[in-house]
């Protein structure tokens, strides 16, 4: 018997323009204590149905169906179906603490007094791995961790005693390692508790790693459904064959720079902000046309890098020098003179929306100033040569921002960059909003350029399988403190640091039965506190952690081309070793 | 949190001193004498402005004045001097505070009630007149709205008295006067503030958990919907309690506006500077507090300035 059944659901949007339709007789079903998947890019309608099944949609939309039911029921929003949506800091509501937001839900279910709903609540935050659910149910949402909001939500969706949960990109804005931990505890929460469970995303590693059935949907119509092992072993419509291969990426050679002089080079530099955020004593090298990563989760200090690279935030401590001139962060600005250009992650957000696209990017040429002031027809040509090489039509230059789509946008971001002319492009998490093909076609021409005009790039993500396609050379940043450094294709085969290996465990393949493997690699926290600036950042979570990690600070230990601050690889912590001894990877 | 309040305190009293200071030489550019009258000789006008000290050098003058001030003392009348300025407040801001503080609590709980109405009633006639109404009354300034009322309801129909502040019903039609406009602007604030939470994702989620209409509404959005309401009721409270000097004119209301506007007219010095001091201190300290619970309904903010 299907625990949820969808039988052809459509669903119209009212907007200015007319009728739009949104989804088109979309059937779907989910069995008792199974985890099915929908999978498909953003704008194909997956969380227009999701909505549309909950009976959440607006007065906007027109909805037709031959029947939504839940154990042969019609939905009633929370009974017997609840949901988790992608923005754990979104969907918990900012002023009411968060125990609260659990006991009205259990209140809102059955009849009992408070006590028991709290006691209830502490239950449920425990079932869904969260500590100390006493302490936590007294804090309000903002004071939790990303990957702990979102354990609260699924707390919330359990209040509801459900026979099935709709995870609406359940992990999509969090880190890789907290993401694995939990999609391991919905697949727990699925076993322990029978409930079945409905996740929709669009990506394939995490489809992979929960689901036994898939469905694959495109611009509102599902097209293939499935097993996951023929989904992913034996597709059958193009579309989800192009899904599978650009997931996979391309193997695009980083050109070789070993003979390039440093074009970038900052030693021990130091920014912090109050007492956590910031980076401390980092210190890296870029060449001339090399594409360097630099590699870390949220908060690990890779934005602020890149600030400070930028000149918009001046160092704390340490030096900058850019080919062989010191820049000293707060007069660097005209040493750097546009040589140095940002893309940024939000297109729409970093474009002024009151300019039209051509003003905005000989704006960005006319910032360069000096002698060589171009005339405004010349620059209007250069304008139209750029777009034109980022892949728009010269035409695009009188149009503004909210005209484009996404992918478009971050192409305009791209030629923003580029117009000036400069020698080393900063990619901050450029890439990351954008669907899979979208983000394989905008790589494949960023890559083309930067080869062929010999840009040095500056890669900055936390998505180390995109990082392995692209960089000759990578630094892994962990909590403002540089962790590894050295060539790509080595690190991402053979991590030294424990923190690297973590995160290279923690991508997901597209494939499900190595995907479906993957355990949490995050070592309890072994409920040890750091002195606040000394000892290693990552020791509080590490399986490899020494009585010294907590105690001092590791420095870099340099090997060849590699250096890894671990004191796995000291001398003194681990024992001394031949003057012939060629060090290997220690965990 | 203490530390803030301090500074603001500390702020606060410089913007008195200042205030003081420039109401007390604005004041001394009105021509003629406070003792000027029709009948009255020079030669007797030179004599009172000798005996209250009005033929000293201005610093002089100014410094005695800001003497007292500090002491908290505001000084006498100069029309009536046998009270004392600060008498004359204790008089006419009790009557100006109630009408005020009357009409503060009918247009926030009426400007609330009504923005609600417009940002969930299901009628699209209900949230068009509304939004309608708010902008036509956003638009009708007190003075008009208070002759209006007077021709109608009080000289035509006779149902409410016209001067005077006496028994509940003089209440009436002055309050309506006073509210319009706040009321508009409180229930225009709310129901587009409300509508924007309503679509946040954590009303989304409240729905998907299965929570009651009502429950989503008033502990979920409507406490996020009222912190920037907030933000615009602290002024609007301000100006009510220090009273319309319009509205009281037109109904003869003893009360703090009719008195300084007659301060005005008869150039008494001393009224006229006490009674800014005193509205500047009535407009700070309200505003102050506004920021206060603006910041305590935030639980961002409350943990930032607890220090947690």
Same mark, same amino acid.
């Given at each position: 018997m299907s625990i949820l059944e969808v039988k052809n659901l459509s669903v119209q949007y009212h907007t200015g323009q007319g009728r739009k339709k949104a989804l088109d007789k979309v059937s779907f079903s989910v069995e008792k204590g199974e985890i099915a998947g929908i999978v498909g890019e953003s704008g194909s309608g997956k969380s227009t149905a999701m909505l549309a099944v909950m009976g959440l949609l607006g007065n906007s939309a027109e909805v037709s169906s031959d029947g939504i039911t839940v154990c042969e029921r019609p939905v009633k929003p929370g009974h017997d179906i609840a949901m988790i949506l992608q923005d754990s800091l979104n969907c918990l509501d900012p /002023?009411?603490?968060v125990g609260r937001q659990i006991t009205e839900t259990i209140r809102a279910h059955r009849k009992c007094t408070r006590k028991e709903a709290r006691e209830r609540a502490e239950e449920l935050l425990d079932m869904a791995g969260i500590r100390a659910p006493k302490l936590r149910m007294g804090q309000y949402p903002f004071e939790l961790s990303g990957g702990m909001r979102q354990r609260a939500a699924i707390a919330i969706a359990l209040a509801c005693e459900p026979r099935v949960i709709i995870a609406d990109e359940p992990t999509t804005a969090l880190d890789a390692a907290v993401q694995v931990q939990i999609l391991h505890l919905l697949k727990r929460i699925v076993e322990d508790t029978g409930t079945s469970l409905l996740v929709v995303s669009h990506d394939m590693g995490v489809i992979a790693a929960l689901c036994s059935r898939v469905y694959v949907m495109r611009s509102g119509q599902i097209i293939e459904h499935g097993t996951a092992e023929e989904i992913f072993y034996a597709p059958v419509h193009e579309y989800t064959k192009k899904l599978l291969k650009d997931t996979k990426g391309n193997k695009d050679l980083p050109p070789?720079?070993?003979e390039e002089p440093p074009l970038l080079r900052m030693e021990h530099v130091t920014k912090v902000f109050g007492t956590e955020e910031g980076v401390r004593d980092v210190s890296l090298e870029i060449r001339a046309g090399e594409v360097y990563a630099l590699a870390g989760e949220s908060g690990s200090g890779k934005t602020t890098l890149a600030r400070i690279l930028t000149g918009v935030l001046p160092p704390d401590s340490g030096a900058i020098w850019y080919k062989g001139e010191r820049l000293d962060g707060r007069g660097g600005k005209k040493a750097w003179n546009g040589k140095i250009q940002m893309v940024f992650q939000d297109s729409y957000g970093s474009l002024n929306p009151c300019l039209t696209v051509g003003q905005a990017l000989s704006e960005a040429l006319r910032m360069q100033g000096g002698k060589d002031r171009l005339t405004p027809a010349k620059r209007r040509r250069r304008v139209e040569e750029m777009l034109c090489m980022a892949g728009l039509s010269p035409k695009d230059a009188d149009r503004y921002p909210d005209e484009f789509s996404g992918g478009e946008r971050q192409r305009i971001g791209i030629a923003r960059a580029l117009i000036p002319e400069p020698e080393l492009l900063i990619c901050d998490e450029a890439f990351s909003a954008l669907d899979a093909s979208t983000r394989k076609q905008i790589l494949k021409l960023l890559l083309s350029i930067q080869k062929t %005009?010999?840009?040095a790039c500056l890669f900055i993500s936390h998505d180390l399988s995109l990082? %392995?396609?692209?960089?000759?050379r990578i630094s892994v940043l962990c909590r403002g403190r540089m962790a590894e450094t050295g060539e790509t294709k080595a690190v991402c085969s053979d991590p030294w640091h424990p923190y690297t290996k973590m995160l290279l465990n923690s991508v997901l393949p597209p494939d499900p039965l190595k995907a479906g493997k993957i355990r949490p690699v995050l070592?309890?926290?072994? *409920?040890?506190? /750091?002195?606040?600036g000394n000892g290693c950042p990552f020791a509080v979570s590490c399986g490899y952690a020494m009585e010294c990690c907590f105690e001092g600070t590791p420095e870099l230990y340099r090997f060849g081309s590699r250096e890894t601050a671990c004191f796995l690889y000291s001398e003194e912590h681990t *024992?001394? %070793?031949?003057?012939?001894?060629?060090m290997t990877s220690q965990i | 949190m203490i530390a803030y309040t301090l500074k603001r305190l500390?702020?606060?009293? #410089?913007? !008195?001193? #200042? !205030?003081?200071t420039v109401t007390f030489f604005l004041v001394r550019l009105i021509p003629g004498s406070p003792f000027q009258n029709g009948g009255v000789s020079t030669q007797v006008v030179e004599a009172v402005e000798?005996?209250?000290?009005l033929k000293e050098p201005l610093l002089d003058q100014y410094l005695t004045y800001m003497g007292n001030l500090v002491q908290g003392d505001l000084g006498v009348s100069y029309q009536e001097p046998d009270t004392t300025v600060a008498e004359i407040i204790g008089r006419t801001w009790p009557v100006t505070a109630s009408l005020g503080l009357v009409a503060l609590l009918a247009s926030v709980f009426l400007g609330t009630g009504l923005g609600i109405l417009k940002a969930v009633s299901k009628k699209k006639a209900v949230r068009e007149g509304i939004a309608a109404g708010g902008m036509l009354l956003a638009g009708i300034p007190n003075f008009a709205a208070a002759i209006l009322l007077l021709l109608v309801f009080s000289v035509k129909l006779r149902w409410f008295p016209s001067a005077g502040l006496l028994t509940p019903a003089h209440y009436v039609l002055p309050m309506i006067s006073l509210m319009i406009y706040p009321m508009a602007v409180i229930s225009r604030l709310t129901g587009n503030t409300l509508a924007s939470e309503m679509g946040k994702q954590y009303v989304l989620f409240a729905r998907a958990k299965g929570l009651g209409k009502g429950r989503i509404l008033f502990t979920h959005a409507l406490k996020n919907a009222w912190i920037p309401v907030l933000n615009y009721v602290g002024p609007v409270s301000a100006f009510l309690l220090t009273g319309s000097f319009v509205v009281e004119s037109i109904f003869t209301i003893p009360g703090l506006g009719r008195e300084f506007v007659s301060s005005i007219t008869n150039r008494d010095y001393t009224l006229i500077l006490g009674l800014t001091v005193f509205m500047g201190t009535v407009v700070i300290l309200v505003n102050l507090v506004t920021d206060l619970v603006c910041t305590w309904m935030d639980p961002r903010m409350r943990r930032a300035y607890s220090g947690k």
């Open positions: /002023t009411v603490k070789d720079v070993r %005009r010999k840009i990082i %392995r396609q692209v960089s000759s070592a309890e926290e072994n *409920g040890r506190e /750091t002195d606040s *024992g001394k %070793r031949a003057d012939d001894y060629r | 500390a702020t606060g009293i #410089v913007s !008195l001193f #200042v !205030l003081a000798e005996e209250y000290g």
